[in-house]
């Protein structure tokens, strides 16, 4: 009887896996046609000053809705896209959307910024600096209008390799972030060595106040400092509650994001996002139902 159950377990524990990898095999030859098949589109979150709410820029979010899977969440696919190299080519897209939609706005006159994730991948691609560089000229887009997050996990890598890249970027005038700082992999020491300008504060250490370990708060107190030190712009992400807010701005963080202010919106409905922070003190959003 053990012997059998256990046989079981071995068999629900394969049609598991075999289930994972037919998912990731659909996502990988749907994935390959998203792009061709307009299936592939930003959403904008707002990047706000702190204590004022005055928004500054926004972070562009790659949402992919699929006519039959439905909406797939960028942490799932994101991957998919990672191993089956198709990242430089959706990287590209995204870098291209996001720049025509920034010249919009500048012309509309507001003064913000946008910024655009990074996969490794991309950033270790021949002559990457050189691609960024073309897309902001054909666009017209001041360089220092334009932000490139990197997260921890590009750190884990060959640190001489990355240095070379993100001052080679740098080099074309466009700003650095390093995203999710404190989520994982990369060190105090490994911080001050990367030629970056933005630290993003990950999520999972602004949300600590409200858990009752009560040792976060002095986390985000000690990153934030720690980060202007080193000459660097602090922004906080994930910002959910006005306790989580107060944390924020204690720690003397001056740049903030998360659903407090606002979730990711097609580009359309920003502007208008962006005058209601203007005009309101922020309270808490219920997240929309679909991927935001
Ligand atoms: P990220 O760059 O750290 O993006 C922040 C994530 O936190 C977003 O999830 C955003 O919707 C979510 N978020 C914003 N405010 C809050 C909040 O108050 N509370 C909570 N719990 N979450 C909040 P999203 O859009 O699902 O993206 C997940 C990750 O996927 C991103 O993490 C980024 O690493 C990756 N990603 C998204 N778009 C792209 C892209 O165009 N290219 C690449 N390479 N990666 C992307
Ligand atoms: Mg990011
Ligand atoms: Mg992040
Ligand atoms: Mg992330």
Redesign the pocket.
Known sequence: YAKLRGKNRVERYQQRYDELLRRRGTLEAELRHAIDREQLR??F?PVVALPSVRPVGA?????WTHPTLGAV???EF?PV??ESGL?NR??AW?LEQACIQLAEWLARGHDVWVS????PK?LHAADYAGQVADVLERHGVPPQRLVL?V?EHAVATDMEELISRLTELRGTGVRIAL??FGAGYSSLGQLRTLPVDIL?I??ALV?EPESRTGMAAPLVDVVVNMGHRLGLEVLA????TPAQRAVVEEAGCRLG????FG??VPAEHLEAQLQTLRQSPARPLPAPRS??
């Open positions: 930003l959403v979150q972070e562009a979010l790659l949402r969440r960028p942490d994101i896209a990672e990242i959706i990287g995204v655009v994730n990074l996969s991309e997050e997260t995203d999710d993003k990950d999520h949300a992400e994930g910002i959910g994001q998360g659903s407090l979730w990711g991927a935001p």
